[in-house]
């Protein structure tokens, strides 16, 4: 029994060590170019809850260089890029109401993040402020708009 646990011990070791060498991407390309924020107040609590996975300025925490965990954190930030990135205002983002609605249903910052950064948990009034910002923000430079195809 003793013998049989060993060996499955080191099948998983083995195989935990082998997914370590499995490529992520893991980098911040150059800001091309940042929204043009109404307040600094409003790009502070963005930063703060959002420009982890929606910015070319990403954080890595150490847990992003571990394997599966990376896994996780790489296809959160490319996916979240995808859809809104601050730091590529020249290209299609999301537009105020999805944020609006995101942000209000408390679907972001996602869930899972929030148990690694707590700092990144907004308040009612900080959501609010937040919004507020954004959507002065967005007055004098609008997103360009997102077209969806086929998701
Ligand atoms: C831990 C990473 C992470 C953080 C932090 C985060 N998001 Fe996201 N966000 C994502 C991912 C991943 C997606 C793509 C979801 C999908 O593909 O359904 C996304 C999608 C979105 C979308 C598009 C929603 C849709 O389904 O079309 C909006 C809007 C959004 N995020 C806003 C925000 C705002 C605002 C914040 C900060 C308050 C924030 N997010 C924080 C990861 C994150």
Same mark, same amino acid.
């Not at 308040?123 to 923000?137: I, M, N, P, V, Y």
């Given at each position: 029994?003793?013998?049989?646990?060993?060996?499955?011990?080191?099948?998983?070791?083995?195989?935990?060590?082998?997914?370590?060498?499995?490529?992520?991407?893991?980098?911040?390309?150059?800001?091309?170019?940042?929204?043009?924020?109404?307040?600094?107040?409003?790009?502070?609590?963005?930063?703060?809850?959002?420009?982890?996975?929606?910015?070319?300025?990403?954080?890595?925490?150490?847990?992003?260089?571990?394997?599966?965990?990376?896994?996780?954190?790489? #296809?959160?930030?490319?996916?979240? =890029?995808?859809?809104?990135?601050?730091? !590529?205002?020249?290209? &299609?983002? $999301?537009?105020?109401? *999805?944020?609006?609605?995101?942000?209000?249903?408390?679907?972001?910052?996602?869930?899972?993040?929030?148990?690694?950064?707590?700092?990144?948990?907004?308040?009612?009034? #900080?959501?609010?402020?937040?919004? =507020?910002?954004?959507?002065?923000?967005? !007055?004098?430079?609008? &997103?360009? $708009?997102?077209?969806? *195809?086929?998701?």
């Amino acid at each position: 029994m003793k013998k049989r646990l060993k060996v499955i011990g080191g099948i998983l070791l083995l195989a935990l060590t082998g997914i370590q060498f499995v490529p992520v991407d893991r980098t911040n390309p150059e800001i091309e170019d940042e929204v043009d924020w109404n307040a600094s107040e409003t790009k502070e609590l963005v930063k703060r809850a959002c420009f982890d996975c929606h910015s070319n300025e990403t954080e890595w925490p150490w847990y992003s260089y571990i394997a599966p965990i990376s896994w996780r954190v790489t #296809e959160h930030v490319s996916h979240g =890029r995808e859809h809104l990135n601050f730091s !590529e205002w020249n290209r &299609p983002n $999301e537009d105020l109401e *999805e944020i609006k609605e995101k942000v209000e249903e408390g679907e972001m910052p996602l869930w899972d993040y929030l148990l690694m950064h707590s700092d990144a948990k907004l308040s009612d009034e #900080e959501k609010a402020a937040l919004l =507020r910002g954004l959507a002065k923000t967005f !007055e004098s430079d609008p &997103p360009i $708009e997102r077209r969806v *195809e086929g998701q």
